[in-house]
């Protein structure tokens, strides 16, 4: 409790002295403050209040023994130190007296160190003298020495001409070191002058070494001893350059020489030399592969007696051979694109591009098993850049192109060439009419595709859309043939004399095209044929079937003109002669496969239909009684019922044929009364919505007793019910053009009939 007031007394001078003593003191203070505060504050501890005094006093006892300890060795130290710092103060003290006497000894002796400088001077002049003079033998030499190593090198002694003419150039060079450290450059062009020789020397045997790296291949095979020495002299040069580049306080004239770049340098010119710097070489496709061929057997060959032989001659440090490989790569990456700067044929471009994308890497070339594994050019990227693939087949495509299109045009020559034969066109073991123009065509195209198979798969893409747009535009130059032969038969239709058979061969082969395209896919299973080139066949086989109906229609055309006429109410065998033409066709048209057969069939069919009715539309004959009408009716019905089962005589359905208008229209001519021709009209424009007012007001004249009340009943209410032709209707009446009514003659100032 009276510890706070001691707290409180004034700092004295010690705690300023000592601020970390006032500092320990404050918390061993505040210490036992709460040391004491826990003790009293429970009075059961005050029992046990004479132990901890007891145990304090000892500890306060034991602590002031140590410090009374330390305080005593620390007394001590400090006393040995004053006491050595006494004797040092002394004996700095003798120094000084003998620094300053020294100092007075040498003030007075200044005068005399004039004369060493002068000694020392004399003493230089004498080094430098006896330097001279130890090499004067040498120097007196000099020229003797080169005379001597000139004729070494001559004699192809190339390892003492080497040492000659080191120890020459040692010795200039010291020389000049000499000079240039004591900065006297004006003497070094007398040393250079004197030293000119070595010039020459150097020249000599560089010119001897290269010459016999240029030949180094050869020579590691006849007598390697020539080579090894030139790559130890190399080497020799290499390590004087480095210590001199090291030491970089003087480099001598002509240095560095640089001779081991030198080598790489003369070894890569002399490879690409030999085999990519010809003059002039043959860039059609049998010289190229003879090009190429030597090369493969140069470059193989030459990299064996490298990895063999060579290999051995030279330092490891020296990688030879991946050197000779990147060369050679590369030498052949700049020979393949001059090649390819020509205006290269499609056998050179191919060659190329196998060259370059398969032989290079096979086991034929770098690939070889003698080559592997130490030689591997996949490192080293490829002989042809993808761009220039790229460009390369593009050149390709369109050379083959032009070949396609000149053998293709040849073929369609040949083809119609044989239209004008005096025999029929070949035919098949079904004995169906054909021609060898699909297996050419296809033959070509097929080959062209696979060849490009070879090379990469996008340039047999390439090919085989080129080979599709090619067959697409000689399907077009076909039809144009086509329509041209078919003028020159309508002038003379004697020639050619087997003009349907032909054009019956021509949509046999329209269909083996057709079933062949798909078979040029590379991918067979999933060969589609384009859309286009579908199309293409679709109007190439109209072109040849419309050919033939036309042919057809000349032929029935004078029967049809005799159509209608009393002679033939009377009972003519017009319809038989018709029968007779048809099945002389239709017998021709057997020769074709059964898909155009049956489109034929079919068209002829709509042709007599149309044809037939066509002339009964033409208003060359009007009934006079009932009676005729009554023949007209009966001629309709055995005229189409011939006609109808010729066709199904022929293999065509009647659900397919087109007579039946000819039986429809028979109903409306047969009617009794006619006031009922309004529902039948309606009904024959329901089943045949394509018919006309004119085709129906022909037909209504054809009868005769059709009155004009009854006409215009007819026709508004056609006009009442106008038809929509459905999508699957085979139009029949559209095709047929009903005469234009004759306009009744009219005078002048007077009232038309």
């Known amino acids: 409790m009276g510890l706070p007031a001691e707290d409180e007394r004034p700092a004295s001078p010690r705690d300023d002295e000592w601020p970390e003593a006032e500092k320990a003191e404050k918390l061993a203070r505040g210490a036992a403050l709460k040391w004491a505060s826990g003790v009293f504050y429970c009075p059961e501890k005050l029992e046990g209040l004479g132990q901890y005094r007891s145990r304090e006093t000892q500890r306060n006892s034991s602590i002031q023994s140590r410090l009374k300890s330390t305080v005593q060795s620390y ?10 710092l006494r004797s040092a103060a002394q004996e700095v003290q003798s120094v000084c007296q003998d620094l300053g006497a020294a100092r007075w000894a040498l003030l007075d002796s200044a005068d005399r160190f004039q004369g060493l400088q002068q000694m020392r001077a004399l003493m230089a002049e004498h080094v430098q003298l006896a330097s001279v003079v130890q090499v004067l033998p040498q120097l007196f030499s000099v020229h003797e020495v080169f005379s001597h190593t000139l004729q070494l090198l001559r004699g192809q002694h190339l390892l003492e001409a080497h040492a000659k003419l080191m120890m020459m150039e040692h010795l200039r060079d010291d020389i000049l070191s000499q000079l240039h450290l004591r900065g006297l450059s004006s003497a070094q062009a007398t040393v250079l002058s004197y030293f000119g020789g070595l010039q020459e020397l150097n020249e000599s045997l560089a010119k001897q070494l290269w010459d016999i790296v240029g030949s180094s291949l050869q020579l590691v095979r006849e007598d390697p001893v020539l080579f090894v020495t030139a790559v130890r002299i190399i080497e020799r040069e ?22 081991r770049q030198k080598f790489y340098h003369v070894l890569q010119e002399t490879i690409t030399g030999a085999h990519f710097r010809a003059a002039r070489m043959d860039t059609e496709g049998p010289g190229l592969a003879r090009h190429l061929a030597a090369l493969q057997k140069d470059i193989v060959s030459e ?45 050179a471009l191919f060659l190329l591009l196998e060259w370059a994308l398969h032989v290079y890497h096979s086991p034929e070339m770098m690939g070889h098993p003698d080559l592997l594994p130490e030689v591997d050019v996949s490192a080293l990227g490829p002989l042809m850049s993808p761009e220039l693939v790229e460009l390369t087949e593009r050149k390709y495509v369109v050379k083959v192109k032009a ?23 070949e035919t098949d073991h079904k004995g169906f009419f054909q021609s060898a123009l699909p297996v050419i065509v296809m033959q ?25 747009e090619e067959l697409e535009a000689f399907l077009g130059r076909l039809r144009e043939a086509l329509v041209q032969c078919g003028k020159e038969h309508q002038k003379d239709r004697t020639i050619p004399k087997y003009y349907v058979s032909y054009l019956l061969a021509m949509l046999n082969n329209n269909l083996a095209l057709s079933s062949s395209v798909s078979s040029l896919h590379p991918d067979t299973a999933h060969g589609e044929v384009p859309t286009s080139l579908r199309a293409a066949l ?13 042919e057809l229609l000349l032929d029935l055309q004078p029967l049809c003109l005799q159509l209608p006429s009393r002679k033939w109410l009377s009972g003519s065998q017009l319809v038989s002669s018709m029968c007779e033409v048809i099945d002389k066709y239709a017998k021709d048209f057997s020769r074709v496969k059964k898909p155009v057969f049956t489109l034929l069939l079919t068209e002829s069919e709509l042709l007599v239909a149309s044809q037939y009715l066509r002339a009964l539309m033409q208003k060359k004959m009007v009934c006079k009684s009932e009676e005729e009408r009554g023949q007209l009716c009966d001629r309709l019905l055995q005229d ?46 329901t089943k045949y919505p394509d018919v006309s007012d004119e085709h129906i007001s022909t037909l209504l004249d054809l009868r005769g007793d059709v009155s004009k009340e009854v006409r215009h009943m007819v026709l508004e209410m056609m006009a009442q019910h106008p038809q929509v032709l459905p999508e699957s209707y085979r139009p029949i009446f559209s095709t047929i053009l009903v005469p234009a009514p004759e306009l009744p003659f009219c005078l002048r100032k007077g009232k038309c009939a």
């Not at 097929?446 to 390439?462: F, G, R, W, Y």
């Open 75 to 84: 007394l001590e130290g400090v006393s040995a130190g004053l006491e050595q």
């Open 238 to 259: 290499e390590k004087i350059d480095d210590t001199l580049l090291l030491e970089a306080t003087f480099l001598p004239p002509g240095r560095p020489k640089g001779w």
């Open 303 to 347: 990299l064996r007696v490298v990895k063999d032989l060579m290999v051995q001659c030279v330092p490891a440090h020296y990688n030879i051979l991946s050197v000779c490989t990147a060369t050679y790569h590369q030498a052949l990456i700049s020979h393949l694109q001059d090649i390819l700067r020509e205006d290269l044929d499609k056998q």
């Open 403 to 425: 070949s396609v299109l000149v053998w293709m045009q040849r073929t369609l020559e040949v083809e119609f060439k044989e239209w004008f034969r005096e025999e029929e066109p």
């Open 444 to 468: 070509m195209l097929n080959e062209n595709i696979q060849v490009a198979s070879l090379i990469t798969d996008s340039l047999q893409q390439k090919v085989y859309n080129m080979a599709l």
């Open 538 to 550: 679709d109007r190439t086989q109209k072109k040849a079937c419309q050919l033939l109906l036309e």
């Open 640 to 685: 189409a019922t011939q006609l109808r089962e010729l066709f199904c005589g022929l293999g065509l359905d009647r659900s397919q044929q087109s007579l039946e208008a000819i039986f429809a229209l028979r109903e409306l001519i047969c009617l009794k009364d006619p006031a009922l021709l309004g529902l039948e009209v309606l009904g024959f424009i």
